[in-house]
């Protein structure tokens, strides 16, 4: 089979939207807990169409080291395969159709990372970095952060940095497409990225927690999608062309509430704003409920809104006589909105000889697509909508 460039959702499976793998690694003040952690999880991935699918295998461990530093590992393993949109093309009525792929896309990414973290009094420092590798995609990243307990350690300041350097490589390979177009993609390809966090913790009171951070990014080198096509009216298709960098900058601020009458159970509400210098400005909105209910057993609702608007660059087709220098058709960089749900139910055992904790998860999110979705939209890009859902299991064990 063919092998391509991997599918943009393993980044939205394994990292938020905008954080660099690393930059986000929990580093709380205090003493560091005596315990060994293993944890594995497994996820399915489908979407709808016999579009895309991809298995998620991950592996984490973390031991102390000493009464002051943990260090951990980090294992991920995801296969890919399906078909994936290439470009848009428009009828003679101005219909937008979207052409796929077909079922060719098969690939494999293999990626580690580790971690070390120092604990003081009122302080964490750690260290962190990673390598993933697929067949025509190379990432390399290290990192940094640091939290700092004030104010009886009621406040928590927290700090970020990371570093990525990505090498493309697109397979060697001809593209011929219907109407005779020509293509080869074979060159080597980079882009560096670097990401800064600046945020506060600040517990309220005995039940509620907020929680906010600014994260700024800048990403240059190679940003388009070498397997991407763009279909002009009077020229045929063309490759993607995107700016060579991009400034990103985000906010993202959490509530947790607890409710001691509920069973102890706990509110988490989430709010993220996201802009970058291509003209795509997004929010999201994220609501979990997290409900004990009896011997270890814990059952978790969720509901997601996301709504973007579209980079600057971006059109679905490009008509006669259209000039540009930079253009897209990706979907990815449209406007849009998507609706997700889902439920996961944990159960956690506590008294199992040579374990102090164990603790089963298994869950499930649907997802939905559409341009009809985003705030103020209108569906005129109901082609690019999809659907998928989202299958997840998961074993911790703390020795």
Do not use: C
Request: charged share 20%; no cysteine.
């Amino acid at each position: 089979m063919k092998k391509n460039k991997k599918h943009p959702l393993i980044s939205r499976l394994s990292l938020a939207a905008l954080a660099l793998p690393g930059l986000m690694q929990d580093a709380n003040a205090g003493r560091v807990e005596e315990t060994y952690n293993g944890d594995f999880q497994y996820g399915h991935y489908a979407e709808g169409n016999q579009r895309m699918e991809v298995d998620i295998f991950e592996t984490a461990l973390s031991a102390p080291i000493g009464k002051s530093m943990t260090a951990s590992i980090n294992l991920v393993r995801d296969v890919i395969s399906g078909a994936s949109p290439r470009y848009n093309k428009a009828n003679a009525q101005g219909d937008v159709k979207q052409t796929l792929s077909g079922a060719s896309i098969t690939e494999q990414r293999d990626a580690i990372s580790s971690g070390l973290t120092y604990y003081f009094d009122k302080a964490a420092l750690g260290f962190g970095g990673g390598f993933s590798r697929e067949n025509d995609y190379t990432s390399r990243y290290v990192s940094t952060n640091a939290s700092i307990d004030l104010n009886n350690k009621l406040t928590t300041l927290n700090f970020g940095a990371s570093g990525a350097f990505d090498i493309i490589e697109p397979t060697g390979r001809e593209i011929i497409e219907p109407d005779g177009t020509d293509f080869k993609s074979s060159k080597l390809r980079s882009k560096t990225s670097q990401q800064y966090l600046l945020g506060v913790s600040q517990v309220i009171d005995k039940n509620s927690l907020i929680q906010s951070n600014v994260t700024f990014g800048y990403h240059s080198g190679y940003l388009a999608d070498p397997y991407k096509l763009v279909y002009f009216v009077d020229q045929g298709l063309n490759p993607d062309v995107r700016p060579g960098e991009k400034f990103q900058w985000a906010w993202l601020t959490q509530y947790v509430r607890h409710f001691q009458q509920f069973n102890s159970a706990a509110l988490h509400t989430d709010y993220r704003f996201y802009t970058d210098d291509w003209g795509v400005n997004s929010h999201t909105v994220d609501l979990s409920w997290h409900q004990p209910i009896a011997d270890g057993w814990q059952v978790i609702p969720r509901f997601r809104y996301y709504s973007q608007d579209k980079a600057d660059f971006y059109q679905p087709f490009f008509g006669a006589g259209q000039q540009a220098q930079v253009y897209s058709s990706d979907y990815r960089l449209a406007s849009f909105g998507a609706l997700s749900g889902g439920i996961k139910l944990s159960k956690e055992f506590t008294q199992i000889k040579s374990l102090s904790q164990l603790k089963f998860q298994a869950g499930i999110e649907y997802y939905d697509h559409k341009s009809s979705y985003q705030l103020g939209g209108n569906g005129s890009g109901s082609f690019d909508d999809f659907s998928y859902y989202l299958l997840t299991a998961s074993v911790n064990a703390k020795f």
